[in-house]
């Protein structure tokens, strides 16, 4: 009896709400799905490009400072090691692993990546491709009268596919689109956290959306979502459609920290324009971040500054400054063209095109400058020849992808291909004075990262339960120029083993997976 009367309650409690707010709504989606991938160099391989022998830690993928005049390994913290590094020839693998893990590289030797071959649960915290976008929300209005509504929208993503930890529970819950607004004939105006247009633009064309497949996380589309933005939507004009939003800045960046030069009330904006008839879809959309969103307040003010300064044994000469210069001097634009021709007769067919200008980070520099001796009053006595500087990263990048699917009964069978194409880059490598050891290579093995190409393909099918239930099966693949790529070391100077400069980005992944999932949608 006590357990039928607390089920009462409960169940009570839970209506309440909804019969004094009749306009709201509870809806979600639920994706989940087990999966098998196999990514090349999830721990990327390592060049040693210096002319000193270098100690790492293979479990941590990390690159730490020896020196081959040194006996003792230090850890990136700059602490040393209780254990002794024998100088001279490299270590094998086998004396490596009794080192604790750690091994010598020799000058030009290339420490191979480490792969992974494996199976994961709805994407896991290391897989490659995209999220299962679970999440739950309410929404709602109110009607103000004359044609006017108020409306609004709470939607959390639910992240259960994130932790290291499968155990602990520790997934987080984030925000999706959340905001308040107005809407009437003349169409909708919200302010909040929301898909940018440019996103919105080509949402119906991608057949694996939310799946390891999807064109975020394997050709590289790069879809925003605003988290402070004012947006107008148009209504819908014998199918035409308008879009358009800005971001105001508040000091906000896109990931860089903190910038007070981000002021304007459009650091950021995006516009597009939808036409939806029928079978017939065309979208057109343009997307700009500005360039003090891709850096914080100290690299707005300081195109290149010296950041780190490390002195002699009594404390008093620098023996060498690392300069480092993030500075970025464009704004980050995107175009996008989306095409579909969407369940006809049971065909679908969809292509999207985007060009990428000024990617984050193609601006940055790393660079190191070395000074064997300095007089107490900053003069420079000696400035070693060592003296080289690295852009982050491809300047552009164009990308297309096309769909194909057919429907029968509750099944359909669809696929995909795509490639992305990287630009720029490799003639803004700048080397001053004596260039490093081996900067041949250096330059020949970040050729393909700077301008190079990759591609993607997929094939899956879908088998409808209903219309919000359906389970599908997927392998997709994705490949890639430079996949090999190591990161590049330089060990530079008569320093100490802290004097050890890391330069370059790791190798594109490569991999492959397989699928088996099921959604449902309330």
Avoid at 96 to 109: E, I, K, V
Avoid at 192 to 216: E, Q, V
Avoid at 357 to 371: D, I
Avoid at 468 to 492: C, E, F
């Amino acid at each position: 009896m006590n357990k039928k009367l607390l089920t009462l309650a409960v169940a009570a409690a839970l209506a309440a709400p909804a019969m004094a707010s009749a306009e709201a709504i509870l809806y979600g989606k639920l994706n989940v799905s087990l999966d098998y991938e196999s990514i090349d160099n999830v721990i990327s391989p390592v060049y040693n490009n210096s002319a000193e022998s270098l100690v790492l830690r293979t479990s941590a993928g990390d690159i730490t400072g020896s020196f081959a005049g040194y006996d003792y390994f230090y850890y990136p913290d700059g602490t040393r090691s209780s254990f002794f590094v024998p100088t001279g020839q490299p270590l094998t693998v086998e004396e490596a692993q009794a080192l604790q893990g750690t091994f010598r590289l020799a000058p030009g030797q290339v420490l191979p990546g480490t792969d992974f071959r494996g199976w994961g649960f709805s994407k896991g915290a290391n897989f490659r491709g995209e999220g299962r976008a679970n999440r739950i929300g309410v929404k709602g209005s109110e009607d103000l009268g004359n044609g006017l509504k108020a409306i609004y929208q709470i939607e959390l993503g639910l992240n259960f596919d994130t932790n290291n930890n499968v155990v602990n529970n520790a997934d987080t819950i984030s925000y999706r689109n959340t905001f308040v607004g107005l809407a009437g004939d003349w169409g909708t105006f919200l302010m909040g956290r929301h898909d940018s247009p440019l996103k919105i633009s080509t949402a119906k064309l991608d057949l694996f959306t939310d799946t390891m497949a999807d064109y975020n996380g394997t050709i590289g589309f790069d879809d925003n979502r605003f988290d402070q933005t004012v947006a107008y939507i148009s209504p819908n004009w014998s199918g035409f459609q308008f879009a358009g939003a800005i971001v105001p800045g508040g000091g906000a960046t896109a990931g860089a920290g903190q910038n007070w030069n981000s002021d304007g009330i459009a650091e950021g904006y995006a516009l597009a324009a939808i036409y939806s008839n029928g079978p017939f879809y065309a979208s057109a959309a343009f997307e700009s971040v500005s360039s003090d969103m891709q850096m914080n307040t100290s690299t707005s003010l300081n195109s290149c500054f010296p950041y780190t300064q490390y002195a002699d044994a009594a404390g008093t000469t620098p023996l060498w400054t690392e300069y480092g210069c993030d500075q970025a001097t464009d704004d980050y634009n995107k175009w996008r063209f989306g095409l579909g021709l969407l369940d006809w007769n049971g065909f679908t067919l969809t292509a999207i095109y985007e060009n990428q200008e000024n990617l984050p980070g193609s601006s940055s520099v790393a660079g190191v400058t070395y000074y064997d001796q300095m007089r107490a009053d900053g003069t420079v006595l000696y400035l070693s020849d060592y003296s080289w500087y690295l852009p982050g990263g491809p300047d552009k990048s164009e990308l297309w992808q096309i769909q194909a699917g057919y429907s029968f009964g509750n099944w359909m069978i669809k696929g995909m291909y795509g490639q992305r194409d990287f630009s720029g880059g490799t003639s803004a490598i700048p080397i001053y004075g004596e260039t490093p050891v081996n900067a041949g290579v250096y330059r020949s093995m970040y050729n393909d990262y700077y301008s190079g190409t990759s591609d993607s393909w997929a094939l899956g099918v879908d088998y409808n339960f209903s219309k919000r239930t359906k389970a599908y099966m997927l392998y997709t693949q994705t490949n890639a120029d430079g996949g090999d790529t190591p990161v590049l070391t330089d060990a530079i100077g008569d320093g100490a083993p802290a004097a050890e400069a890391v330069a370059g980005v790791p190798g594109r992944s490569q991999w492959d997976g397989f699928s088996i999932g099921m959604m449902h949608s309330f």
